[in-house]
């Protein structure tokens, strides 16, 4: 039974920052942050494959960095100069075992967090 819990969400100013942290239990492949804020659609911010191959959506990229530990299995999201529209529920989300995924393709993550709350303000 794979399980993820994420950690690490809360209200900032923006400018501001926060870390993400998703530990994980079982056999999974690929590992990606998604986030979803009210009226909008699911995206996928930040995937990393079993490898490390890291991928940013392009409203985040250059400013949060996706990181696993594998020793301690654990992904995390580093969020740097956080802005208003960053605003959303994150989610860890994950790949299911033997599979290729990037980590930001929400139909291929077989395995889902319960989310953490991010709210910016201006």
């Known amino acids: 039974q794979v399980q993820l819990v994420e950690s690490g969400g809360g209200s900032v100013q923006a400018g501001g920052s926060l870390r993400l942290s998703c530990v994980a239990s079982?056999?999974?492949?690929?590992m990606g942050w998604f986030r979803q804020a009210p009226g909008k659609e699911r995206e996928g911010v930040a995937g990393i494959t079993k490898n490390g191959g890291a991928s940013y959506a392009d409203s985040v990229r250059g400013r949060f960095t996706i990181s696993k530990d594998n020793a301690k299995n654990t992904l995390y999201l580093q969020m740097n100069s956080l802005q208003p529209e960053d605003t959303a529920m994150y989610y860890c989300?994950?790949?299911?075992?033997?599979?290729?995924?990037?980590?930001?393709?929400?139909?291929?993550?077989?395995?889902w967090g319960q989310g953490t709350q991010v709210t910016v303000s201006s």
């Open positions: 079982g056999y999974i492949s690929c």
């Open positions: 989300a994950a790949g299911r075992p033997f599979t290729y995924c990037t980590g930001r393709d929400g139909k291929a993550m077989g395995y």
